[in-house]
């Protein structure tokens, strides 16, 4: 009878396991592996880059920026705390530091994995760094079983979300630095009606969490925590975007001068995974790398794609991403490597995925 008792008891946590909450307040995240990335989206490829940190204005590109001359953009709403300000435009916001990108690269190395994450792209001479998938451990049930356990079994508790985040550095005029912090997510659903297999898809961006990196980072530049606190919260009003045609071209519409709409574009493009080989900010242009979907290939599951190769893909297309503005409206195009007009199907979706990230 005694083992009998036992047996229910443990039945009954575990049906209460299922119904308990997730702290979603709180952030512990754990690599998903040991050094290889998952290329998520699967038609948005992270290839190569042979760019450097870019000064904002002028005639700049990656190859030239060191001659290029900035013209300083207008914030929508800015908060300064010694030598760290943060900016936010929309819903998106970063870090405005008075340091040189040098002097930061090693703090915000140690600075994410400390975090509990692996990077599968660290390179100074590109301003880029990128983590590889992880997941929030902090999102797991804090049951019973888990807690009697305790660390030994965990690894047997896994969430189905796992999450990336890219780090850029731009240089400014002054001397300073511009950090920006993206995030990319990927979800576990079934995949047929039996519900006995699954796949990875990607979620949306959470540009919160990407707050929350941004305000530990204060931290860890030297703000206090409830300083941190007060500055990421500062609010501002959203702008608005919309899909458009102009002849038979699909656009973007931003209602914002150029300014505004090319730092949004960029932190866009980061976000939904675009391998941005160079940028020419005078002319408006981001050249970017993308691989067109392929509809007739199954996508593998997560650990599938962390550990098998994977079969022939679709050589990626050399696009460039223009913005133009007259007054307070920006349009964001796609052309393609010599600079003309795209009315594909790929420009169509392109301008969707822009589109839906900055609404």
């Known amino acids: 009878m005694k083992n009998i008792a036992r047996f229910g008891l443990l039945a009954l946590s575990v049906s209460l396991a299922a119904c308990s909450t997730f702290e979603s307040d709180k952030i512990d995240y754990k690599s998903a592996s040991r050094g290889t990335s998952l290329e998520v989206p699967p038609d948005l490829t992270q290839l190569s880059r042979d760019t450097r940190y870019v000064v904002p204005g002028g005639a700049v590109t990656a190859n030239s920026y060191q001659a290029g001359q900035a ?29 040189p990108a040098d002097q930061l690269w090693g703090p915000i190395r140690d600075f994410w994995q400390e975090n509990g994450f692996l990077l599968t792209l660290d390179q100074a001479s590109l301003g880029i ?20 356990l305790g660390k030994v079994f965990d690894s047997l508790y896994s969430t189905s979300e796992r999450d990336r985040f890219r780090t850029r550095l731009e ?14 997510g990927m979800m576990e659903v079934y995949s047929n009606t039996q519900k006995d297999q699954t796949v990875w898809q990607p979620r949306p961006s959470d540009p919160e969490l990407e707050a929350e990196f941004l305000r530990r980072l204060m931290v860890k530049l030297g703000v206090p925590q409830e300083q941190s606190k007060a500055l990421i919260a500062t609010g501002a009003t959203k702008p608005t975007s919309r899909v458009a045609t102009v002849g038979n071209q699909p656009v973007v519409v931003v209602d914002e001068g150029f300014d505004r709409a090319w730092r949004r574009v960029g932190l866009t493009l980061d976000r939904t995974g675009f391998t941005v080989e160079d940028r020419d900010r005078s002319q408006g242009t981001y050249f970017v790398r993308y691989v067109e979907p392929n509809p007739d290939k199954k996508e593998p599951g997560f650990f599938g794609k962390l550990f098998s190769s994977s079969g022939p893909v679709k050589p990626p297309l050399k696009l460039r991403i223009n913005l133009k503005s007259q007054g307070e409206s920006t349009t ?9 007009p795209e009315a594909s199907a790929n420009a169509q979706r392109i301008v969707k995925v822009i589109a839906d990230d900055l609404r």
Request: proline share 4%; hydrophobic share 40%; net charge neutral.
């Open 332 to 340: 964001v195009s796609v052309l393609d490597a010599n600079g003309a």
């Open 71 to 99: 013209v300083p953009g207008a914030p929508t709403a800015a908060s300064t705390l010694g030598d760290v300000r943060i900016e936010r435009d929309g819903n998106q916001r970063w870090l405005v530091v008075s340091r």
């Open 129 to 148: 760094m990128e983590t590889d998938w992880a997941e929030n451990r902090a999102k797991l049930p804090q049951d019973f079983i888990r807690n009697a």
């Open 171 to 184: 240089r400014t005029a002054s001397g300073g630095t511009e950090i920006y912090i993206s995030h990319r």
